[in-house]
């Protein structure tokens, strides 16, 4: 097998490694979940088992992936930011993006019942991959506010539109239209003013994502040698956009 004659044919593959030293972020998006979540009848604006299955997945990547330090989720997407010094697989970027895909897909289907114990799959769900290398801090901070401040805006779409369709009588087509063109401001008060509905009084879960992140736990001494560093994957809905997070956690970005 070793030296066969077509063996050549192995020089076809490109080396595909990632600039060493930098940043990565992987992130994976649901596809076509905006049908997935109507054929599986998630409740909108916000399907909370669905939420919570994300992050469970998320979480067992996490797991089996200790060079991932911190995730960010929202909707059908997931991102995660993986130590500039890590050298998984060699740092073979196609290796790692279809592995990670493949493991937080395959988390995604074997947990659905737990979630979704009286809906069965329909048909079996998939989700696109990326790595995207940032070389440096404030990249990597002006990511994740990002994602949060895209988290943000939806949410708050959302939660309108879906309360003039559900308690207001509207079409989607007209509760589209209502809301062109407003602004944030506009929204909050429609929401207040029609609904009753205290935007900032909502579940941080919705307004803030799901943020995993690797604590450091310490553990006792051993007898000889050093104390053991083991670590714990916390979930938290916390804001990910001033210095405060990042100012407690600085291991993040090493
Ligand atoms: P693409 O394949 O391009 O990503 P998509 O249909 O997945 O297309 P997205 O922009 O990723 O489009 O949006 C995901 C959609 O999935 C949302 O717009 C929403 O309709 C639905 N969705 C995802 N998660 C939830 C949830 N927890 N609750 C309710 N709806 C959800
Ligand atoms: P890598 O992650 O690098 O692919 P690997 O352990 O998957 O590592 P492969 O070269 O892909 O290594 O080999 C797959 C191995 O899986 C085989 O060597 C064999 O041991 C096992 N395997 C796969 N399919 C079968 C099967 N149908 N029956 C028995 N063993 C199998
Ligand atoms: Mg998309
Ligand atoms: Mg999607
Ligand atoms: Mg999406
Ligand atoms: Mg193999």
Not at 102 to 118: G, I, K, Q, R
Not at 199 to 207: F, P, V, W
Request: glycine share 6%; hydrophobic share 35%; net charge positive.
């Amino acid at each position: 097998m070793a030296n066969s004659k077509y063996q050549y044919v192995r020089n076809f593959e490109l080396p595909d490694s990632l600039l060493p030293g930098t940043f990565m972020v992987f992130r994976l998006d649901g596809h076509s979940f905006h049908r997935f979540s109507e054929r599986h009848n998630f409740s909108k604006p916000n399907d909370v088992r669905a939420l919570q299955l994300m992050d469970r997945a998320a979480q067992d990547l996490m797991e089996e992936y200790g060079d991932i330090v911190l995730g960010f989720g929202e909707s059908d997407e997931f991102s995660f930011l993986l130590r500039k010094s890590t050298t998984l697989y060699n740092r073979r970027n196609v290796k790692i993006v279809s592995t990670l895909t493949s493991l937080f897909t395959a988390s995604y289907v074997f947990h659905w019942p737990t979630y979704f114990p009286d809906t069965s799959l329909q048909y079996p769900p998939s989700f696109d991959g990326r790595i995207v290398l940032y070389p440096g801090d404030k990249f990597i901070r002006d990511y994740f506010a990002w994602r949060q401040a895209d988290t943000h805006i939806n949410n708050l779409y959302n939660t309108v539109f879906w309360a003039l369709v559900q308690q207001g009588g509207q079409t989607t087509t007209e509760a589209h239209a209502t809301l062109r063109g407003t602004f944030s401001k506009q929204k909050h008060e429609i929401l207040f003013s029609q609904f009753g509905i205290n935007y900032n009084q909502l579940d941080e879960r919705y307004r803030k994502g799901s943020v995993l992140v690797r604590e450091e736990v310490r553990t006792k001494r051993r007898a000889k040698g050093k104390a053991k560093v083991k670590t714990r994957i916390e979930l938290l809905h916390c804001d990910i956009i001033s210095d405060d997070f990042w100012k407690d956690r600085s291991g993040l970005l090493q």
